[in-house]
């Protein structure tokens, strides 16, 4: 069986984030001075936390995006989702006006405030929130409409990650990443679904009890197979995938039809092959399937390395000394 144990974790390495690591908190902290700073908004609680994939350990090269979760806890309920949209705007735009092109670089969204970083090449999407009646969870801008708002839990998320990740002796978390990276490599950067739905869905496997291993290879062979049922279920039968944060509820996804067919169908032929390459005793035809798997990083190279002794194509390579062979290649001669 071909576990390739250091090409997996090489290809770990290579989806790192990188410099992103050092400029994603940077700008996060950034945008966060900036409404901790305004009078309006300070009297509203504000309490800005970093959520998202970065939060999480689960984000890879590059990184495009950070999200801010900014928590009103003392926000009065005559307050519009529309007004606070509003002062989020007036004052990010204040504060980071326009770039060298003279693009604004503060942009509203439908439910959140994007601001742009173009030293970094990264945006900070920043979403108020204001409690929900519970006391334990809260509530965003609803997409599409003024005042209207939608439940959500997105610090859990981030607890229950860390939790299933030890449950799992640190395995998670590196299967959720390559998982990520594997939806990008088949479906394409910018397409639908995103790397969210991978990873809720991962969350979802994991939480069945079904997805296990004694590596690195076996586990991400196993969690791909119950990806790709659980795809199946929601593009076939539409079982839509839970949302771990919110008992009954539901993730929504932006996918037209043909989107999630073509995950359906790319996620199935993807555990297939990822299945019978770690059944194969050829190391250089397994490593080329998980290659093809993985694709690129965000720097355009291989995520998966060919094995030593192997070629490119997979193939082994020709010994250069063969055995009884009576000459052998001289060395460097560095000892005489």
């Known amino acids: 069986m071909a576990h390739l144990k250091q090409q997996f974790s090489d290809a770990l390495g290579s989806i790192e984030p990188g410099d992103d690591k050092a400029n994603a908190p940077e700008a996060h902290n950034l945008v966060r001075d900036a409404l901790e700073a305004d009078p309006t908004l300070s009297g509203y609680g504000v309490s800005p936390v970093l959520i998202g994939s970065y939060k999480r350990n689960v984000s890879i090269k590059r990184i495009k995006d950070v999200d801010v979760f900014v928590r009103l806890p003392e926000v009065s309920a005559e307050v519009s989702s529309h007004d606070i949209l509003d002062r989020f705007f007036k004052v990010l735009h204040a504060e980071f006006g326009a770039d060298s092109d003279g693009h604004r670089r503060t942009k509203r969204q439908d439910r959140s ?3 742009s970083f173009p030293e970094y090449d990264l945006y ?3 979403v108020p929130a204001r409690p929900y009646v519970d006391g334990q969870t809260w509530e965003i801008p609803q997409k599409g409409d003024e005042d209207q708002w939608v439940r959500t839990n997105p610090e859990a998320l981030t607890t229950l990650s860390s939790a299933m990740n030890a449950t799992h002796e640190g395995f998670y978390v590196p299967t959720v990443k390559l998982l990520r990276q594997t939806r990008r490599a088949l479906l394409g950067v910018g397409t639908k679904p995103g790397g969210f739905f991978i990873e809720v869905a991962a969350y979802q496997a994991f939480n069945s009890g079904l997805v296990g291993g004694n590596d690195q290879a076996e586990y991400y062979v196993s969690a791909l197979q119950h990806i790709s049922t659980i795809i199946n279920n929601f593009a076939t039968y539409g079982i839509e995938v839970s949302d771990p944060t919110l008992r009954g509820h539901t993730i929504s996804i932006r996918a037209t039809d043909d989107e999630i067919e073509a995950a359906r169908t790319c996620f199935a032929d993807a555990a297939t092959a990822a299945h019978d390459a770690l059944d194969n005793e050829d190391e250089g035809a397994a490593a080329l399937t998980f290659q093809k798997l993985l ?13 030593p002794g192997f070629n490119d194509d997979g193939t082994k390579r020709a010994s250069i000394i063969s055995p009884g062979a009576r000459v052998v290649p001289a060395g460097p001669r560095t000892f005489g």
């Open 113 to 115: 405030l994007q601001v």
């Open 124 to 126: 900070v999407d920043a």
């Open 295 to 307: 694709g690129e990083n965000g720097d355009g190279d291989a995520v998966f390395k060919m094995p």
